[in-house]
């Protein structure tokens, strides 16, 4: 068996899904995603260039073989364009092997340790009472868990994935009327004086069943984030995300010397070697990579055994720039995955999205029921592709109020 032909797209509606097809000699073809968000043309000229000319005439049953010929190969190992680009072969692969097997993928993972898994939802408001509001909408949908993030009084700007004002609905976090990024003003000391008291009167509102987590998106220096984990305390969060930025993973260890609070990272991590000392330390409680960005399933499936052996959960990024595909592939990974935690879910549901990626996953009561189709369970329409192309676009950058760079 050989893959006779690869080919890239990249476009979809008000988003710039990067698709990759991989077609064999025996007419069975698959799917993955390697959408990096605002960079997307970099994991398709990757693929075009590098990759699918050395993919051709390779057979597509050794996914292990041909996911360590490129990541050994490259030499420069690594990076989120080189995974990313990666992961869509792996997952292609996957759904590959599952159609030869007449089985879902999540059978050939080793079968469901549960039948729904459950997600999350992102409630957003430009004030408190807006973003209860929002909350209770997801309530009321059955959402079991919910992300909250609230526009801080005083702030310049609207901060991280708030609307500006309320009942603004537009995309808040990537602006597609160009490359040149939008600007936010962060003040840690206005979010510390605010966010410890709102979590808790969200709290006092939605009652003790409700999970409730907030990101604080890179922004709090580790005494900062220690701080901050400690005053939530009595909110008990389901996790406290991206406390500080990754790179430093020490400041990780100030915040669990002083909080019990969990904590959940790894959403920009592109490798095993990003998280390891973490979940071995055990420093962090839920892992939020992504099969997109550690290089699909085969690298994903490894992390998610070594965060087990840690009392370490899963919590898979699932922003709207991941695709149907690589969320697909991670519905697969959720209901197999013993020491499954939670997905991030945002409802792309719009007709122009279901007629481009057809898929038979479904949502329930805030839970995703996996597909049992052959493969990942999600198709990809070519004839639907044609009528989108890349949009220049961007999320925002920050700076504090002197004009310092900050972390978005
Ligand atoms: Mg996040």
Redesign the pocket.
Known sequence: MKITKAKVFVGGPKKNYVTLKIETDQGVYGIGDATLNNRETLPAHYLENYLIPNLLGKDPRNIEDIWQFFYRGAYFRRGPIAMAAYGAIDMALWDIKGKLAGMPVYQLLGGKSREGAMVYAHATGSDLEDLMESIAHYVEDGYKAVRVQCGIPGMPTASYAVPEKKGDTKNYITDYSGIRPNLEIWDTEKYMRFMPDALAEIRARFGPDLHILH?V?HRLLPREAAAFAKAVEPVNLFWM??PTPAEDQDALKLIRQHSTTPVAIG?VFNSVFDCNKLIENELIDFIRVAATYVGGITPLRRIVDLAGLHHVRTGFHGAPSHSPISMAAQHHVNAWAPNFGVQEYLVLGTPECDALFPSEHRMEDGMVFVSDAPGLGVDFDETEAARYEYQPGSHPVVRLQDGTMWNY
Do not use: G, Q
Request: cysteine-free; aromatic content about 0%.
């Open positions: 990101d998106h995300e991206d959403e």
